[in-house]
């Protein structure tokens, strides 16, 4: 058997974690990154990295809060096995990251220091300045180059992803893909196949994420029999500022560190902010949610935000729709420390110095908490299994995915500085998993007995190509439909979503998806040819962005993210005890409704036109019992005792609680494939 190696797909920090764990292990890894990895999305994370430590342990953390923080931040949405394996993980994660370089900011007295992040009471999160991800990336970075040198690890960078290669037993062995700077289109083989490429951000238009992160790999495998989960899952993230090319991120840590969101109380105040007194200012995340304040997990604080601005009319300006975040109040010496990267990008794009101007921001889309379906094994304990071949597989054997592009650690809204975490967490803990797989098969892709196959696919795609190419003068502009796809999805699937509304948008995504089957190029040019690679990456959009419409059409709920006005909870309003009393039964029983109708993960499939087939999977909640997802607003504390008193009652064998629908939580492993339920 020849000598086996693993494909991994992008070259953000999942991707080099895995490089790095499978070069200890000494499996050979081919290492494809669509540009330079240093340029890679992850290097643009400014908040911090989740994980307590002996100082939060001091004031009551542990791992479990992690965990139960995570999986309530999630509205319960995300199985709990693979969270509770990646908070455990966390503290080690941290001690090897500083260990190999990552420049965390200290206190005076030397220690690691840490802030606070949204939907924690804890300031568990530990942080370079603002530019963590950069720092994070480029020490694991160091340690693949290092791989390199040893021969463990061959690097492609500049290379596009365009699909998985499957035998005729339904395996993955290798991938083609297409240099973006000589247009060879090659097939590369491999016994394992690990997408590490992020989100999809470019589907809306704009976004914060890079604008590489348009969800091709992921498309591109879901077209070849793969399936893709929560797709209808996009976090909107309360603080960027705008720009005519992308959205710029205004990181969580600027609230952490103390920033504080408002308006003023008149609409549209001409005045400047400096000269409008406390008594005339709306800091309504604090009135709201006095417990967690600016705070809050990021789809309340969005939610929030869009409701002074649009439902209240208080933006702060007239002809945009922005609140304040401000930082005026903090020492100048402690902001440029501990948030000197994002003052500098605020600086630079908007030409105003935050330090002495509050900023003006409002939501713009982040982050995907679906992503590729994949797979674990559970222990007794409720962790996972280490070493098993099924964590972070696919349905497709030998196809894993991890980092942003799989939809496991996050459910319905992700908790800010978690994603660093998961995406080293998943890329690290798949090394022993691969190794299993590897050591199991008979044959290597690299074998004489698949070339064949390898011949065959990457014929196909350089037919594909061929007629991009030679399509005739006249057809669709491919930047004007992506532009049309843009508008639709920020309009119909972000903050607020409507039935009528996501109906309409399907049918006309659909229809641009008829319509992107017939582009003419500009450019037919065989060298560098930026034109063909859009048009392709344009079509790919098309099969996620119709599952994220899909999902979103057919989930009558509000759960994280996920926000349908006509189906919101109602809140518990009345001042006669009696009363309040009934209204938060009634909230309750509502709840539990929802959660035995919606506590489910969505799982698409595609037919050969990218038109997504909906199943929906039962969530392991085995280890954390649902409960109402409050956060200490106002008027919520009757419908926190209402439901601690049904969930005693339950406990002592009364009535059924929602909690005992365990969802098939006593389970220790999932199949590879999800049943329609």
Known sequence: MAKQRVLIVGGGLAGLAAAMKLAELDIHVDLM???PVKRSHSVCAQGGINSVNATTRQQGDSEYLHFDDTVYGGDFLQHQPPVKEMTEWAPRIIDLMERIGVPFNRTQEGYRDQRRFGGTLFK???FAGATTGQQLLYALDEQVRRAKVDGKVTSYENWDYLGPIIDDDGRCRGATAQNLVTMEIRAFPADAVVLATGGCGLIFGRSTMSMACNGSAASRSVMAGAHYGNAEFIQVH????PGSDKLRLMSESARGEGGRVWVPRKPQDSRAPKDIPESERY???????PKYG????RDIATREIFNVCVNEGLSVEADKQCVYL??????REELDRKLGGILHIYEKFQGVDPRDVPMKIFP???YSMGGMWVGYERTAAGGLVPGSPLNQQTNIPGLYAIGECDYQYHGANRLGANSLLSCIFTGLFLGPCLQTSLNSLKYSASDERFDLLHRAERSKQEMLHKQLLEAPAGGENPYLLHQELGQEMTKAATVVRQNDQLAAALEHVSELHERARHCSLSDTGMWTNQNVTFTKNLLAMFPIAKAILAGALKRDECRGAHYKPAFDMPGVESVDPAERRREAERWCDKFEEKNRKFLKSTVASFDSKGNPTLTYEDVDTSLIPPRPRLYGIVGGDIIEQVWKERQAQAASGGAKGVTEAANGAAAVSR????AAR
Do not use: K, M
């Open 294 to 297: 600016n705070l809050v997990p």
């Open 326 to 331: 401000d930082l005026t109040h903090i020492p």
């Open 364 to 366: 713009a889309v982040h």
């Open 238 to 241: 309360p603080t960027a500022i």
């Open 283 to 289: 800091y309504f995340l604090e009135e709201r949610y």
């Open 124 to 126: 568990r999160t530990a």
């Open 33 to 35: 990154a669509l540009g």
């Open 671 to 674: 199949d590879p494939a999800p």
